[in-house]
């Protein structure tokens, strides 16, 4: 069992920064692909990127590419989701997911992830 828990939201304005935060409890962790996913009002689940166990492979949505990073401390049991340049349509609550199944093939469908946060909120002012 892996718990997750998401901080670092806020609300800012078109153009900064912010850096959200996941750290997990649980001795496998590091075994984990982990994903950033968020959901805005009205909208389905969307996933916005992914790292494998060692953090040596990435993977972005299209839409966030070139502006978030995605990385991981396994030794601190933390995952990290740097957003620059952060847009109105970023708006949304975030999760941290967690895939057991997986060690470095990483998959955008949110079905494979097993472990959810419970989310924080990213409001981006235009």
């Known amino acids: 069992q892996v718990q997750l828990v998401e901080s670092g939201g806020g609300l800012v304005q078109a153009g900064d920064s912010l850096r959200l935060s996941c750290a997990a409890s649980?001795?496998?962790?590091?075994?984990?692909?982990m994903g950033w996913f968020r959901q805005a009002p009205g909208k389905e689940r969307e996933f916005v990127a992914g790292?494998?166990?060692?953090?040596?492979?990435?993977y972005y949505a299209d839409s966030v590419k070139g502006r978030f990073t995605i990385s991981r401390d396994n030794a601190k049991n933390t995952v990290y989701l740097r957003m620059n340049s952060l847009k109105p349509e970023d708006t949304a609550v975030y999760y941290c997911?967690?895939?057991?199944?997986?060690?470095?093939?990483?998959?955008?469908?949110?079905?494979?992830?097993?472990?959810w946060g419970q989310g924080t909120q990213v409001t981006v002012s235009s």
């Open positions: 997911a967690a895939d057991r199944h997986h060690t470095v093939l990483i998959t955008s469908a949110s079905y494979e992830y097993d472990y």
């Open positions: 649980g001795r496998t962790f590091s075994n984990y692909v």
């Open positions: 790292i494998s166990w060692s953090g040596s492979r990435t």
